[in-house]
């Protein structure tokens, strides 16, 4: 028995596309809402979106592309469900006061590097960054994304995104390297 | 002598460890490791962090359920249990057109093809019947959610060519609770939602002598949903439904009289 399926042109691109970048998807998506339960609403919400945006484009890049769709989905879910949690507006001062320096510059390293091999903690540290700074870093460093890519994806010029990055990281140093 | 801990530096060293570093100012920078030891450290600690996030917070796979949900988007696979067959009313250069149009055109196993029941244009009522399913399913009946009739149609009239007729029924008992656009015949048809208890219904407006418009009041049944078609002098209404038969066509007799022009409405 034969099953005759025809789908449309913006199916056909949807299912070149979208699948294999899902677990991209909802990685950036649980991380933003921190939340898995959350994020496949979010991932779908976004799905349905670029399902409807293929209808008339074709995509030439197809993975910053979607994660952006991702993020804008997961940025508007957080607003409206989770306002609070959700560091963008009014919240520059803070960024600012993130400091990217260490300060010290250990010519030692070891501590810091014994530090990072506690899943659990590197974890809860990535989780409590302000979003921007959890985003690009995600976007970054679990995505792959190039700083062109994140810049286009998070609306903000690559210097931003360069000292985000840097911030992001420097952050999660310090509070792996202060807590006990 | 520089400052170990400028910006600039901080920058080309997360700059070198993303592999964003042209060759001259990675070798620059190599140089200036080689003279300082605190600087080089910064770097090794920097890709030890990049390591540890690589194997600590690494992409997680998404959950099947998630999987099969997008899967479901992307492919036209029959949802429903095969459609009693009553004839093959089909044609092929139809159902092509539609299917680039509607999002989901399912054919069931079986008969090989599914035929659409006794209707002369089959084709508009099922594809605004796949399209209610999707969104039901996906939890998302309409793009644009509102009870406001002043919010909802300014967004369809953004998005059409049809002048969406939008009518209060909230004192009737079917409060509308947004809008959306489906895609008929290739052009975007509006949409409105209206919702009563837990149920919905969703009006497609086309424009009159369209494919899909066809007069009579009587209900049809499609994959389970209920569908209602009438026309006025400006307009054809697609209804689809998951409530009762008898409460769709309250709804319908409800709508169409609030839509009637104060001077047809009858005389007190």
Partial sequence: MTTAVIGSVAQRRFSDIVPPLLDDAYTLAKWICRNSADAEDIVQEAAIRALKALETTAIDRPKPWFLTIVRNAAISWMAKNRPKDLSYAGDAADLDSIDPRLGEFAPDPEQALIAFEDGERLRRAIAGLPSPLLETLIMRDVNGLSYRDIAEATGAPMGTVMSRLARARASLMKTLKAEP | ???????????????????????????????????????????????????????????????????????????????????????????????????????????????????????????????????????????????VGSSDRHTVKPWLAGRTTVSAAIVDLAAQGFPLSGGRIAIVDRIPAPTLVYRHNEHLVAVTELPPGSEGARAGGSIQTIDGYHVARWSDANLAYVAVSDMDEETLAEFVAAFRQAEKPASEAPAK
């Fill in chain 2, 1 to 143: 002598m520089n400052d170990p801990t400028s910006d600039d530096r901080i920058l080309r060293l997360n700059a070198a460890i993303d592999g964003e570093l042209d060759a001259s100012s990675w070798l620059e920078l190599e140089r200036e490791m080689g003279a300082d030891p605190a600087l080089a450290a910064e770097y090794r600690r920097l890709e030890a962090l990049r390591a540890s996030m690589a194997r600590l917070a690494p992409r997680e796979p998404a959950p099947k359920t998630l999987a099969d949900r997008i899967a479901a988007l992307g492919a036209p696979v029959a949802q429903a249990a095969p459609m009693p067959v009553s004839r093959p009313a089909w044609s092929g250069a139809r159902i092509l057109a539609l299917a680039a149009s509607v999002a989901v055109i399912a054919f069931a196993t079986g008969a090989g093809l599914t035929a659409l029941r006794q209707s002369a244009t089959p084709g508009v009522a099922a594809g605004l019947v796949s399209d209610f399913a999707r969104a039901s399913i996906a939890g998302q009946p309409y793009d």
